[in-house]
């Protein structure tokens, strides 16, 4: 079988993120499988190799998805789509509160939650109008088999896009993973890194300084908890100044290490520093990070947005990023609990970039049975 990948997101190759390690991760995977891929920029469509069929990664970016997708079936190819697709409406909601009156005066009368379940519902109702909202729902109707990363995300883009179940039929769910052979053995602690930072059973984040990813609301709800964090990552340029925003403030609060980059292989040896990895986010698909950090052996502290609970159900602590009060007491909570190896264990098992390359050949045969 011949395949061909394209990662539609145009700034794919200058901003790497976990759509891209999900496409070579997946590619690395099939290879082993005997499977022949051949990648593409969504840029360089006109002439394609011989392939039995695309796959395409990541609808966020709508529009020039949409025009790969288009692409791709006039050549003829049938099209898996891999959504990699999480709704952003609760996070448009905090800044709905902040710049519109509106809304900030239904926060206070109503309370946060309440006033942000009515923004959430007010944005599917007026979906349909959205240019964006239509060429997504384009893109999965028009796909051949759909990969979502979790139930709960196929469950998502049937209510978001008005598409009742008839996405159920076409899709199978392919988890994200990490690569085993850095955690079949429980990773020994990076000495280099202690001897470097001087700081060990820290709440450790790894993961781009942007908002989303909520460094700034970690370190204010752990504002005055005796304990070291670590953020490792750099400063997203989109995000403006929030990378300083979150120095200044980590500088108030004391004892907050900023690793701006360590190569991949390191990471291991620092996850098993680390008494707790904590992702606040705004959304996780579950996070790549998260899952590798229970590898090592890492209690987990991630956001309840998103398909985190698929993954690892009752074996890490959630808590809601706009609440720093949840975000402290699911931090304390994991740093009081007794370490265990049940959610390593759960990882892995079951969520390996060979259990995906399993899932996702068979999902391509399936696709391509029913290929007139």
């Given at each position: 079988?011949?395949v061909?990948?394209?990662n539609?997101?145009p700034?794919?190759?200058?901003?790497?993120?976990?759509d891209?390690?999900?496409a070579?991760?997946?590619l690395e995977?099939l290879?082993c499988?005997g499977?022949?891929v051949?990648?593409?920029?969504?840029d360089?469509?006109?002439?394609l190799?011989?392939?039995d069929l695309?796959?395409?990664?990541?609808?966020?970016e709508?529009?020039?998805?949409?025009?790969?997708?288009q692409?791709?079936?006039r050549?003829?190819?049938?099209?898996?789509?891999?959504?990699?697709?999480w709704?952003?409406?609760p996070y448009?909601f905090?800044?709905?509160?902040?710049e519109?009156?509106r809304?900030r005066a239904?926060?206070?009368?109503w309370?946060?939650?309440?006033?942000r379940?009515a923004y959430v519902?007010w944005?599917?109702?007026?979906?349909?109008?959205?240019r964006?909202?239509?060429?997504?729902?384009?893109?999965?109707?028009?796909?051949?088999?759909?990969?979502?990363n979790?139930?709960?995300?196929t469950?998502l883009?049937?209510r978001?896009f008005a598409?009742?179940?008839r996405?159920e039929?076409k899709?199978?769910?392919v988890?994200?993973?990490?690569?085993?052979t850095?955690?079949?053995?429980?990773?020994?602690r990076?000495?280099?890194?202690?001897?470097q930072?001087r700081?060990?059973d820290?709440?450790?984040?790894?993961g781009?300084?942007n908002p989303v990813?909520?460094?700034l609301?970690l370190v204010?709800?752990l504002?005055?908890?005796?304990?070291?964090?670590v953020?490792?990552?750099q400063?997203m340029a989109?995000a403006?100044?929030y990378?300083?925003r979150?120095?200044?403030?980590?500088?108030a609060?004391?004892?907050?290490?900023?690793?701006?980059?360590?190569?991949?292989?390191?990471?291991?040896g620092i996850f098993a520093?680390?008494?707790?990895?904590?992702?606040?986010?705004?959304?996780?698909?579950?996070?790549?990070?998260s899952?590798?950090?229970?590898a090592?052996?890492c209690?987990?502290?991630t956001?309840a947005?998103?398909?985190?609970?698929?993954?690892?159900?009752?074996l890490?602590w959630?808590?809601?990023?706009?609440?720093?009060?949840?975000i402290?007491?699911?931090?304390e909570?994991a740093?009081?609990?007794q370490?265990?190896?049940g959610?390593?264990?759960?990882?892995?098992?079951?969520y390996?970039?060979?259990?995906?390359?399993?899932a996702?050949?068979a999902a391509?045969?399936?696709a391509l049975?029913r290929?007139?």
């Open positions: 079988m011949r061909l990948f394209v539609s997101r700034d794919a190759a200058q901003l790497p993120g976990g891209t390690v999900q070579r991760k997946t995977a290879q499988l499977v022949m051949e990648t593409r920029a969504p360089d469509l006109d002439r190799p011989a392939c695309a796959h395409v990664f990541n609808i966020q709508a529009e020039p998805a949409w025009a790969v997708c692409a791709l079936q050549k003829g190819l049938p099209v898996v789509l891999s959504p990699i697709f709704t952003m409406y448009w905090e800044a709905a509160v902040v519109r009156p809304w239904l926060a206070r009368a309370g946060k939650r309440r006033a379940r519902s944005q599917y109702l007026k979906g349909p109008l959205n964006r909202w239509r060429a997504q729902r384009r893109l999965l109707q028009a796909a051949a088999r759909l990969l979502p979790s139930r709960s995300e469950r883009l049937q978001m598409l009742g179940g996405l039929e899709s199978d769910v988890p994200n993973g990490i690569d085993p850095h955690y079949a053995q429980l990773p020994q990076s000495q280099a890194f202690v001897d930072y700081v060990r820290f709440v450790l984040q790894v781009t300084l990813k909520n460094q609301g204010e709800a504002r005055d908890l005796p304990v070291p964090i953020i490792i990552g400063a989109a403006g100044d990378g300083s979150l120095r200044a403030r980590a500088a609060r004391g004892n907050v290490t900023f690793v701006d980059h360590l190569p991949h292989e390191e990471l291991p520093l680390a008494s707790v990895h904590a992702l606040p986010s705004w959304r996780e698909t579950p996070g790549l990070v899952l590798e950090a229970a090592a052996g209690r987990v502290v956001t947005i998103g398909s985190t609970r698929d993954y690892f159900e009752d890490a959630y808590c809601w990023p706009d609440d720093q009060a949840s402290r007491r699911s931090v909570a740093l009081q609990a370490a265990t190896n959610l390593r264990e759960r990882v892995l098992e079951r390996t970039w060979k259990r995906a390359g399993e996702t050949l391509y045969e399936r049975d290929q007139p």
